[in-house]
T-cell receptor, first 114, second 115 residues
Framework: AQKITQTQPGMFVQEKEAVTLDCTYDTSDPSYGLFWYKQPSSGEMIFLIYQGSYDQQNATEGRYSLNFQKARKSANLVISASQLGDSAMYFCAMRVGRDDKIIFGKGTRLHILP | DTAVSQTPKYLVTQMGNDKSIKCEQNLGHDTMYWYKQDSKKFLKIMFSYNNKELIINETVPNRFSPKSPDKAHLNLHINSLELGDSAVYFC??????????????FGAGTRLSVL
């Protein structure tokens, strides 16, 4: 069965430090996509970054990078030089094969401290 | 210029009522979705439509009926509302699903409170 696990329900990080949010996934399909979304307190879901299972390099989008360890089935999100505006819920998600469906982890609530 | 817009943003209603949530996307995407986020922030897909055709129906009670008049709109109608329907409902859209990088873009959410 496909599953996404985020083991950190909450994290507190000092402003300007780097942050790593953990995500592990489980699927037997060789073709899948991994996503990270941010949900600030205002409630909207914002797409951050995508990693395909066949991508050779780790994805990067500005201050966001995805540490993709295929053998360990992990897809951790790294935020460099954290800012107060990074305080939010972060969701890891996975799409398997050509499936229309994305399954989400339970999320990690990140608090950036001034 | 909102890409995926849903209305209303807040909906407060009594048990037993019927209500609708509207969603529109101006991204030219072929596929639209409805998700439910519960009080613990868990997000789960309910439906997806591709070009007005139902693709996914995830064991949702038949009190929930999606309607897609065209590929830019996917509305959610809920009959006989129950307390357990209280949640945030998100609409999303994506381009051709057969693409490997099928990113879903979400609306701002509709917070439904059933009293």
């Amino acid at each position: 069965a496909q599953k996404i696990t985020q083991t950190q329900p909450g994290m507190f990080v000092q402003e300007k430090e780097a942050v790593t949010l953990d995500c592990t996934y489980d699927t037997s399909d060789p073709s899948y996509g991994l996503f990270w979304y941010k949900q600030p307190s205002s409630g909207e879901m914002i797409f951050l970054i995508y990693q395909g299972s066949y991508d050779q390099q780790n994805a990067t989008e500005g201050r966001y990078s995805l540490n993709f360890q295929k053998a360990r089935k992990s897809a951790n999100l790294v935020i460099s030089a954290s800012q107060l505006g990074d305080s939010a819920m972060y969701f890891c998600a996975m799409r398997v094969g050509r499936d229309d469906k994305i399954i989400f982890g339970k999320g990690t609530r990140l608090h950036i401290l001034p | 210029d909102t890409a995926v817009s849903q209305t209303p943003k807040y909906l407060v209603t009594q048990m037993g009522n019927d209500k609708s949530i509207k969603c529109e996307q101006n991204l030219g995407h072929d596929t639209m979705y409805w998700y439910k986020q519960d009080s613990k922030k868990f997000l789960k897909i309910m439906f997806s439509y591709n070009n007005k055709e139902l693709i996914i129906n995830e064991t949702v009670p038949n009190r929930f009926s999606p309607k897609s008049p065209d590929k830019a709109h996917l509305n959610l109608h809920i009959n006989s509302l129950e307390l357990g329907d209280s949640a945030v409902y998100f609409c999303a859209s994506s381009q051709e699903v057969r693409l490997a990088k099928n990113i879903q873009y979400f609306g701002a959410g509709t917070r439904l409170s059933v009293l």
